[in-house]
T-cell receptor, first 113, second 112 residues
Framework: NAGVTQTPKFRVLKTGQSMTLLCAQDMNHEYMYWYRQDPGMGLRLIHYSVGEGTTAKGEVPDGYNVSRLKKQNFLLGLESAAPSQTSVYFC????????????FGSGTRLTVV | QKEVEQDPGPLSVPEGAIVSLNCTYSNSAFQYFMWYRQYSRKGPELLMYTYSSGNKEDGRFTAQVDKSSKYISLFIRDSQPSDSATYLCAMKTQGGSEKLVFGKGMKLTVNP
């Protein structure tokens, strides 16, 4: 089925470890986004991309890096995980000219201990 | 002041009640307004959307935007237990890399 796929779905990291979250979409969308969702905080934008090879910072970029080497994939990296990065991470995408049709993945639950 | 303010609740109502959910915002450049529904342990799904000011109705759901007051609302009529979810308002400006700004989300429980 077409959509946004996030891997992994769950992960537990120790403080200081690194990991990469993968977001893959098969809808040929130009724009892709990484959000984090914390209790009482809503969805906050970490980084986004307006096309292959481009990335930009969002509201809460510190501690994260991203890459968009292929149009269909958007990677979110944590170089040295901290307990403050315990969260649920959502990826979303939309195509150019579509004002409302954001597609979200099902999320990655990350716990940093 | 955050760009988008939404009371996080939670809100608990009996089945059949009319539910009113609201958000206020500070950025007058917002033009596209959306409501997302998020079930537990799922990603957000688009529920309603409106452009600029006005009302939009879809079945039991009505979305309203009052740009003069920087205030948006979602009404749910004849609420059902299946409406139990977190509701997030979201909005964006024209262009701007299509970035959505979300409210905190309101957790709604509809009791049978």
């Amino acid at each position: 089925n077409a959509g946004v796929t996030q891997t992994p779905k769950f992960r537990v990291l120790k403080t200081g470890q690194s990991m990469t979250l993968l977001c893959a979409q098969d809808m040929n969308h130009e724009y892709m986004y990484w959000y984090r969702q914390d209790p009482g905080m809503g969805l906050r934008l970490i980084h986004y991309s307006v096309g292959e090879g481009t990335t930009a910072k969002g509201e809460v970029p510190d501690g994260y890096n991203v890459s968009r080497l292929k149009k269909q994939n958007f990677l979110l990296g944590l170089e040295s995980a901290a307990p403050s990065q315990t969260s649920v991470y959502f990826c979303a995408s939309i195509k150019t000219g579509d004002y409302y049709g954001y597609t979200f993945g099902s999320g990655t639950r990350l716990t940093v201990v | 002041q955050k760009e988008v303010e939404q009371d996080p609740g939670p809100l608990s109502v009996p089945e059949g009640a009319i539910v009113s959910l609201n958000c206020t915002y500070s950025n007058s450049a917002f033009q596209y307004f959306m409501w997302y529904r998020q079930y537990s342990r799922k990603g957000p799904e688009l529920l309603m959307y409106t452009y600029s000011s006005g009302n939009k109705e879809d079945g039991r759901f009505t979305a309203q935007v009052d740009k003069s007051s920087k205030y948006i609302s979602l009404f749910i009529r004849d609420s059902q237990p299946s409406d139990s979810a977190t509701y997030l308002c979201a909005m964006k400006t024209q262009g701007g890399s299509e970035k959505l700004v979300f409210g905190k989300g309101m957790k709604l429980t509809v009791n049978p």
